[in-house]
């Protein structure tokens, strides 16, 4: 046991010195990997912000019906009844026109402009919410609205919200696939890199099988190798999102505080982070595993 | 200790390097394998250690048949075989020491317990001074010392030599050859290929002699 983790430090500690020794071309492929890493890290890092602040937006579906602006309060006390005989709303708010205007009056450097117009332009309202939020409910549900008499017309207020969802998804999508072509290039890059490894250790790795090393004692500093250069890549990789996502947010956080609202992107939650480190030293291994078995068997003393 | 009956080996393309080979040598030998460049000696010496299979007849070295090891055991088998190549095969990329500690790496034993016995074995060939050199400023008859202390560093039972003098000057020859007795007299079994007959005749030991894949003479010179 004491012997095999011995084999291992060794192992690891010849890896750390390939690696020192490779200095620029180390470094290269290192940046490769991390540039190739951060842009599916870095879309995964965007797209969870974006999904924290439509969170934050009311997501539960509103419908909003306004009568037309000639509409008596008769017309709407008939809507009204109709509403609250309807089995599918779950809850009904009327805004009559008068609140409406009170309530634009309080909104700020919008008191002047209402008073310019002289007469109220606000309809008579209603606001409810559906018992049932799927889509094609809260479709249906706005298409027999829209029939009613004198309503002149019906918003389903999710419906933004439910295409920032959708659109959210696509890009989810786009990126997993993103992510699974450059994990493809980030393992023939390690196998290209211990390939050439391998080439330059031949003397080395002849002898070794000749006085009598295990395929796996010779393998094992080429899998660290692997392993340490996809470490490498993937912090190199965190580095370009955490700084990409630095100079975006002094852009972002000024334009939305202009907006009135406070919104940051946030860097990659500590599960994610170890998830990005693991996933790229996964792959370097992998790549190292691949050379290996490849190239590894065709060097034999003769 | 190792044994061949009936070994032939033809090489891809038909070139027939051994014919019906067969001999035994018990442990703790000292034999020479004679015989002009081509005759086959190499062959015969790299069938030992699995570096080539024999086509046919069987190599047995302790009890094992060679011939038919699993991949996977003929590390375990180098390692209990010392071997003495003609160009040495030593790596100039790190020092003397190094080069001797390269085999003892492979088992994972302490570092300090590794760098004792390396140092027991370069002072054996009388490196212990230049353990800090690079090959590369060594003699050639240092650098074949070299070579002999990395295949005995593990303390092999047999060692295997293939022209271990080939291009030394006398001294440095009789040297080497000094060392080789030595460590027979110790029990190691030797078996040393060499073309030189006059270094032959004056140890007067066991001699296998080839000729064009055939085992065609044996016995003692003088």
């Known amino acids: 046991m004491i012997g095999w983790l011995r084999q291992h430090w060794q192992a690891l500690r010849a890896a750390l010195a390939k690696l020192a020794g490779q200095k620029s071309a180390g470094l290269a492929s290192a940046l490769v990997i991390g540039v190739a890493v951060s842009l599916p890290a870095g879309g995964y890092a965007l797209l969870e912000s974006l999904r924290e602040m439509t969170g934050r937006l009311a997501l539960d579906p509103q419908l909003s019906v306004f009568m037309g602006l000639e509409a008596k309060r008769a017309d709407a006390d008939a809507v009204s009844a109709r509403l609250k005989a309807d089995a599918r709303i779950a809850q009904l708010r ?60 019906v918003q389903v207020d999710a419906a933004w919200a439910r295409r920032l969802a959708a659109l959210a998804g696509l890009g989810r999508t786009a990126l997993l696939l993103l992510a699974a072509l450059l994990a493809f290039g980030l393992v023939a890059i390690t196998f290209n890199t211990i390939r050439l490894q391998i080439l330059t250790q031949r003397d080395e790795i002849e002898v070794s099988k000749l006085i009598g090393a295990t395929d796996s004692f010779i393998g094992r500093p080429f899998f660290y190798l692997g392993l340490l250069q996809g470490l490498a890549g993937g912090t190199v990789a965190l580095a370009i999102v955490w700084g990409g996502l630095a100079l975006l947010n002094a852009q972002v956080h000024a334009l939305a505080e202009s907006y009135g609202f406070e919104f940051r992107f946030a860097f990659l939650p500590p599960q994610d982070t170890l998830a990005v480190l693991l996933f790229a030293g996964l792959l370097g291994w992998l790549g190292a595993f691949m050379s290996v078995s490849r190239y590894l068997r065709e060097i034999e003393p003769k | 200790m190792i044994s061949f009956s009936a070994v032939s080996k033809r090489y891809p393309g038909g ?201 065609v003479g044996e016995g003692t010179p003088g």
């Not at chain 2, 394998?33 to 069938?47: E, I």
């Not at chain 2, 590794?114 to 590369?136: M, Q």
């Not at chain 2, 007959?197 to 296998?208: A, D, M």
Request: charged share 25%; no cysteine.
């Open chain 1, 94 to 153: 009327f805004v009559p026109k008068e609140a409406a205007l009170t309530e634009l009056k309080a909104t700020e450097g919008l008191a002047e402009v209402v008073a310019a117009l002289g007469r109220n332009p606000l309809p008579d309202a209603f606001v409810l919410r559906a018992r049932d939020t799927r889509a094609e409910t809260l479709d249906a549900l706005a298409t027999d609205l829209r029939a009613l008499p004198a309503v002149a017309h």
């Open chain 2, 15 to 215: 070139q027939e390097a051994l014919k019906g080979i067969s001999f035994t040598i018990d442990a703790g030998a000292l034999v020479f394998l004679t015989g002009h460049s081509g005759a086959g000696k190499s062959t015969l010496l790299k069938l030992v250690p699995a570096i080539e299979r024999p086509t046919s007849g069987s190599v047995i070295v302790n009890g094992q048949n060679v011939g038919a090891l699993k991949h996977a055991a003929i590390p375990v088998l180098r390692r209990n075989l010392g071997l003495v190549f003609q160009d040495q095969k030593l790596l100039y990329d790190r020092s003397v020491f190094d080069n001797v500690m390269l085999p003892l790496s492979f088992t994972g034993q302490p570092r300090r317990e590794a760098a004792r016995r390396a140092r027991a074995a370069l002072d054996k060939v009388g490196l212990l001074k230049r353990e800090r050199s690079n090959p590369i400023q060594l003699s050639g008859g240092e650098q074949q010392r070299l070579a002999i202390a990395r295949a005995v560093v593990n303390r092999p039972a047999a060692l295997i030599a293939d022209e271990p003098t080939a291009n030394l000057d006398a001294e440095s020859a009789s040297e080497i050859l000094d060392i080789f007795i030595a460590f027979n007299q110790v029990g190691v079994t030797l078996l040393i290929a060499t073309h030189d007959q006059g270094l032959v005749e004056r140890y007067g030991r066991r001699v296998l002699h080839l000729a064009d894949g055939r085992l």
